[in-house]
């Protein structure tokens, strides 16, 4: 069981970058956030060979639901009921009196794209990757804790 959580948790941060190697997609700051908490989760998993079973994959379940709460903010600012809590989400604005040479100085090196965009990986399917993160996480976190709760 331990194996197959970490799998499944290593498994939506790698199919993240897999649509942006080869499905061209641009991840913003808070796509990029939800990953962490998945690899958390396959290390924590991992551990639970060594240290107490029941501990580690609760703990697994725990990492992956912060991705899904994670996921909850990302789907609020997609659907702008709140701003974004991270200021690199923004689209850069000009200040009133701004010179061309100080906003190509204020650019960021690389470009981002704002979190405020949905990115629709199914078309025709209204669930943007937030919301497909966030039921991937619910089920694979209540998984891991169901994992965890259980008698051998």
Same mark, same amino acid.
């Given at each position: ?59 697994? =379940? ?5 991705? =899904? ?84």
């Amino acid at each position: 069981m331990p194996v197959l959580i970490a799998l499944l948790a290593a498994a939506a941060p790698l199919f993240a970058m897999a649509t942006e190697r080869w499905g061209g997609l641009n991840p913003c700051l808070l796509c990029l956030w939800q990953r962490w908490p998945y690899w958390v989760a396959a290390g924590l998993a991992l551990l639970a060979w060594l240290l107490p079973r029941r501990l580690m994959l609760a703990l697994a =379940g725990l990492a992956v639901l912060t991705s =899904g709460a994670f996921a909850v903010v990302h789907l609020g600012v997609e659907a702008k009921w709140w701003p974004s809590p991270l200021p690199g989400c923004m689209a850069p604005n000009a200040a009133p009196n701004q010179s061309v040479e100080d906003m190509l100085r204020s650019l960021a090196p690389k470009p981002a794209k704002p979190c405020d965009e949905p990115t629709y990986l199914v078309p025709g399917l209204p669930l943007s990757m937030a919301g497909m993160n966030l039921l991937y996480a619910l089920g694979l976190g209540g998984f891991a804790l169901w994992a965890a709760a259980r008698r051998r």
